[in-house]
Each structure stands twice: as C-alpha cells, then as structure tokens.
C-alpha cells in the first residue's frame, strides 16, 4: 500500500468528519501510530473570538490523544 493509500485508509477509518490524516508516524513497529490531522475547511471558527479566520494561530504541538487499541496496537 503506498503513501496517499494509507493517508486515505487512516482518513477513512477514523471517520473525522471536517479532517483529513496527512502524515503518518510509526519508529519501529513497536511503537505506537502517530497520526497527523489537519482540517479539510479552508476557514474555521476561533475558540477565542468565535470569528471566522483562515490562519491557525496556535503553532505550538498538541498533546498526544489516547484511543483504544486497534488489533494488537495502541
């Protein structure tokens, strides 16, 4: 399976309406999947401000989300 087939296999799996998986992580198959989201509207709301705005602001990275595991991986 290459690259764009996983990012849509990934997309489609997590059913995230509004995003889309863009890069993918693993180090060693041991480790856990690290997945990259981004939002598929080119204008979202500010948590804020409530104001429509097309520039994210926070630059900073998230703190990992924890799911349940899928098959034998976390």
């Known amino acids: ?3 764009q087939a996983q ?8 059913h995230l309406d509004g995003f ?10 041991a480790d856990p999947i690290r997945l990259t989201l981004i939002p ?6 500010c948590p ?6 097309d520039s994210i602001h926070r630059r900073t ?4 989300v924890r799911d ?3 098959a034998p991986r976390r």
């Open 61 to 64: 990275e998230s703190d990992p």
């Open 40 to 45: 598929t509207a080119p204008v979202g709301l």
């Open 48 to 53: 804020q401000c409530h104001r429509s705005c």
């Open 68 to 70: 349940l595991p899928l």
């Open 20 to 29: 889309q998986v863009v890069h993918i992580r693993q180090d060693t198959p």
């Open 1 to 3: 399976m290459d690259q």
């Open 7 to 14: 990012l849509q296999f990934w997309t489609q799996l997590l």
